[in-house]
């Protein structure tokens, strides 16, 4: 069954078992350490990880593209609201440039924002994740221990989240073994 985000030679969705010697290759081919891979292991093994989306080449099968969502524990005055955090993305250096991160992380939000999420966090540069409408603006006010610049995130079900909330926003314990978080 074809998934939202699917092209003529992409084919984007969840990941499934078979898929996992993949995606640790693709990590570990895209980032210069191997932080982002064993954090993707640490987070399937503490059952933190909520969505995997893959992309696949359609011609060849493999696989070209990867993104991560886990579980944070979030609280807003005090109450918890489902959220989640994306990371790592990573897309296979030869296929770059052509919409396949955008595939990726669309196709994962529109799940999320169908099972409930009402926020996703990302650590990233907000020159990429503003398209998706991503900003630091929603994220400044959370308690984390990676508040700044690059600490951004998006209110899902229609934008509810006001911005200026503010609350705790804690990561999965994996991430602790990021060098910078
Ligand atoms: C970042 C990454 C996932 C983007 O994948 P992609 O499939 O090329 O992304 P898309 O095709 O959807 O978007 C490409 C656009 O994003 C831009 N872009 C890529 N990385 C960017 C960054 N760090 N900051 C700003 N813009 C960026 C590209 O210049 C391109 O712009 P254009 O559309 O105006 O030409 C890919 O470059 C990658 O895997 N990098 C190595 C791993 C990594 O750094 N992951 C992100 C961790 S937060």
Do not use: K, W
Request: glycine share 12%.
């Amino acid at each position: 069954m074809p998934e939202a985000g699917d092209t003529a030679e992409l084919i984007v969705r969840p990941a499934r078992g078979e898929d996992v010697a993949g995606i640790d290759s693709l990590l570990r081919a895209c980032f210069a350490r191997a932080d982002e891979a064993d954090l993707v292991r640490q987070l399937c093994v503490d059952g933190a990880m909520v969505l995997m989306m893959v992309a696949l080449d359609g011609t060849t099968g493999a696989i070209v593209g990867a993104v991560a969502f886990s579980r944070m524990a979030v609280t807003v005055d005090d109450r918890a609201i489902p959220a989640v955090a994306l990371a790592p993305l990573a897309v296979s250096a030869a296929y770059r440039r052509r919409g396949v991160g955008e595939a990726l992380v669309q196709a994962g939000l529109d799940r999320l924002e169908a099972e409930r999420a009402v926020l996703c966090f990302v650590l990233g540069d907000p020159g990429y994740y503003r398209r998706f409408g991503f900003h630091e603006d929603y994220a400044r006010n959370f308690v984390s221990p990676y508040a700044g610049d690059a600490l951004l995130a998006l209110p899902l079900q229609g934008g509810l989240m006001p911005c200026g909330v503010r609350g705790d926003a804690r990561h999965a314990d994996a991430f602790a073994m990021l060098g910078a978080g």
